[in-house]
């Protein structure tokens, strides 16, 4: 891991050249001064395959995995959010859902005329 890791230099709200960390595999350099995080735009194959990893890790059931690859996939299509925006919008939003079908379990069941 150590040798993907290089010194770099970055402007900072202490400094205009405080020294910091960046990532040759994704060519990030880090901000640890004013804790903003690095905003990365991947392709849409290699944010799926953050994605399939971010649901594995949150260890999201198969089926609300299937509608999280869906919501990224949406939202990476409006092209205007960066990597993480998208994966923690869609992990929102998969929460919201299965909080709804916690709340209203009997109306997945069947009608109240039946």
Do not use: W
Not at 91 to 113: G, Q, T, V
């Amino acid at each position: 891991m150590e040798e993907n890791i290089f010194i770099a230099y970055t402007k900072t709200s202490a400094n205009p050249s405080t020294r910091t960390i960046g990532h040759q595999k994704c060519g990030v350099i880090f901000n640890f001064i004013d804790g903003k995080s690095p905003k990365k735009y991947s392709s849409r194959k290699e944010l799926k395959i953050l994605a399939a990893k971010f649901a594995d890790k949150n260890e999201l059931l198969v089926e609300n995995t299937g509608k999280f690859l869906l919501e990224v996939d949406r939202l990476k299509s409006s092209g205007r959010l960066s990597d993480i925006e998208i994966l923690i919008s869609a992990y929102r939003r998969i929460l919201e859902l299965e909080n709804k079908l916690k709340l209203c379990p009997d109306k997945m069941k069947h009608s109240p005329d039946d």
